[in-house]
Nanobody, 122 residues
Framework: QVQLVESGGGLVQAGGSLRLSCAASGSTFGSYAMGWFRQAPGKEREFVAT????????YYADSVKGRFTISRDYAKNTVYPQMNSLKPEDTAVYYCAAGLSSSLQRGQGSYWGQGTQVTVSS
């Protein structure tokens, strides 16, 4: 069992940066790939990024490629997306998830956090 808690969301101006955190409980954190997703009002949840269980492979949605960087800290059981050059269209609730890398890329996670709001003002 893995429990995930996101933090770090907030309000930022366009062009600014935020770093979200997803803290995982449980001794099996290192066994899972981790991913980030987001859901804007009135839209379906979409894939943002994923990092494999050994951090050897990372994948990004085209919409965030070059602006977001995902990383993980095994000592802290935490995964981070560093989000730079934020745009108003990045406004959404951001969720982290744990699971198989191939499943995460299809939007299917074994465990999900509760989400954290990111609002980018123009």
């Amino acid at each position: 069992q893995v429990q995930l808690v996101e933090s770090g969301g907030g309000l930022v101006q366009a062009g600014g940066s935020l770093r979200l955190s997803c803290a995982a409980s449980g001794s099996t954190f290192g066994s899972y790939a981790m991913g980030w997703f987001r859901q804007a009002p009135g839209k379906e949840r979409e894939f943002v990024a994923t990092i494999s269980w050994r951090a050897a492979n990372v994948y990004y949605a085209d919409s965030v490629k070059g602006r977001f960087t995902i990383s993980r800290d095994y000592a802290k059981n935490t995964v981070y997306p560093q989000m730079n050059s934020l745009k108003p269209e990045d406004t959404a609730v951001y969720y982290c998830a744990a699971g198989l890398s191939s499943s995460l890329q299809r939007g299917q996670g074994s465990y999900w956090g509760q989400g954290t709001q990111v609002t980018v003002s123009s």
